[in-house]
T-cell receptor, first 113, second 109 residues
Framework: GAGVSQSPRYKVAKRGQDVALRCDPISGHVSLFWYQQALGQGPEFLTYFQNEAQLDKSGLPSDRFFAERPEGSVSTLKIQRTQQEDSAVYLC???????????FGQGTRLTVV | QKEVEQNSGPLSVPEGAIASLNCTYSDRGSQSFFWYRQYSGKSPELIMFIYSNGDKEDGRFTAQLNKASQYVSLLIRDSQPSDSATYLCAVNTGNQFYFGTGTSLTVIP
């Protein structure tokens, strides 16, 4: 596709359940970012990949959060033992290189009940 | 101190007026600066980027960058109701994009 694709668009999880969120970046984009956006807030950085290498994961809020990009294309953000405070929109963005403009997917809205 | 600061607003301007959105950043090593527009329930959409001091114009939008003051702004001329959205300032410092919390703009017909 022409843009960044994320799935699912919406996810409702029971507290304690594990979830996996998928991001398919723009073809050829080297850099991939994950952000968490709470209601009324700007996106908060979670982690950054350059190809398959996770160069920065300083924004991951706890060890329940894990991201991978094994072949340098599709990325998965996994959240284990979800908690209510994990409820947010999770945005994925990709860019050609680290400092150039990033393009966002439509996001996954996660609701933990 | 947050990396990127914006006034949360809301900012209201009448149709046809100039809307001015401001942003400050803390890292002097920041290299590139972006303005994104986010409609409610939608993902951020890039509208402008600027790398060098001075002004950059694109249609009704002008981005202004002052690295000495660590300040970047976005001017929207001839504001339209369709410009009503949240505007996010983003700063790239190496490998990360840092976002402000956004300024909510309402253009009143």
């Amino acid at each position: 596709g022409a843009g960044v694709s994320q799935s699912p668009r919406y996810k409702v999880a029971k507290r304690g359940q594990d979830v996996a969120l998928r991001c398919d970046p723009i073809s050829g984009h080297v850099s991939l970012f994950w952000y968490q956006q709470a209601l009324g807030q700007g996106p908060e950085f979670l982690t950054y990949f350059q190809n398959e290498a996770q160069l920065d994961k300083s924004g991951l809020p706890s060890d329940r959060f894990f991201a991978e990009r094994p072949e340098g294309s599709v990325s998965t953000l996994k959240i284990q033992r979800t908690q209510q405070e994990d409820s947010a929109v999770y945005l994925c963005a990709s860019s050609l290189a680290g400092a150039t403009e990033a393009f966002f997917g439509q996001g996954t809205r996660l609701t933990v009940v | 101190q947050k990396e990127v600061e914006q006034n949360s607003g809301p900012l209201s301007v009448p149709e046809g007026a100039i809307a001015s959105l401001n942003c400050t950043y803390s890292d002097r090593g920041s290299q590139s600066f972006f303005w994104y527009r986010q409609y409610s329930g939608k993902s951020p959409e890039l509208i402008m980027f600027i790398y060098s001091n001075g002004d950059k114009e694109d249609g009704r939008f002008t981005a202004q960058l002052n690295k000495a003051s660590q300040y970047v702004s976005l001017l929207i001329r001839d504001s339209q109701p369709s410009d009503s959205a949240t505007y996010l300032c983003a700063v790239n410092t190496g490998n990360q994009f840092y976002f402000g919390t956004g300024t909510s703009l309402t253009v009143i017909p």
